[in-house]
Structure formats: structure tokens, C-alpha cells
């Protein structure tokens, strides 16, 4: 499963907060998923959220979480 979860940037407003399951077909050592962050013309810092997955069902999960970084573009 893989969920999101606050850092400084705050979901709802910041990024579109998501849970749903990954599939990874034998073999395949890495998937690509899409994380909404909306544009404002909101001068603000960089913000942080993390990607966490969890709950792996015949496979192993080397790094269970990841931050990711909102670089604001105003």
C-alpha cells in the first residue's frame, strides 16, 4: 500500500493525500506513481511529505518511506 502523510506541507492544500496498492509485476524493481501538487501563485518555501509503503504481500520492502519535496515556482 502505499499512503501519504503531512511533512511541512500540509495535505489537502500542498498535494492531493492518496492510499492505494502498488503492483509490481516479477521482476520489475521500481513503479512510477503521480502525486498531484496543485499550482497557487502563493509565494511560499520548499515543503516536505512522505510517500510511505507499507503491508507487502510476497515481496520485501528495502526502504518503506521516501520524502518528497515541493519546490514552490512563484
Do not use: C, M, W
Amino acid at each position: 500500500i502505499l499512503g501519504t502523510g503531512d511533512g511541512y506541507a500540509t495535505a489537502g492544500e500542498d498535494f492531493t493525500q492518496q492510499s492505494s496498492d502498488v503492483y509490481f509485476r516479477a521482476g520489475v524493481t521500481f513503479n512510477i506513481g503521480i502525486i498531484h501538487a496543485p499550482d497557487d501563485n502563493t509565494p511560499e518555501p520548499n515543503e516536505t511529505f512522505q510517500i510511505v509503503l507499507s503491508n507487502p504481500q510476497g515481496a520485501q520492502i528495502a526502504d518503506k518511506q521516501a520524502i518528497i519535496t515541493i519546490k514552490d515556482n512563484d
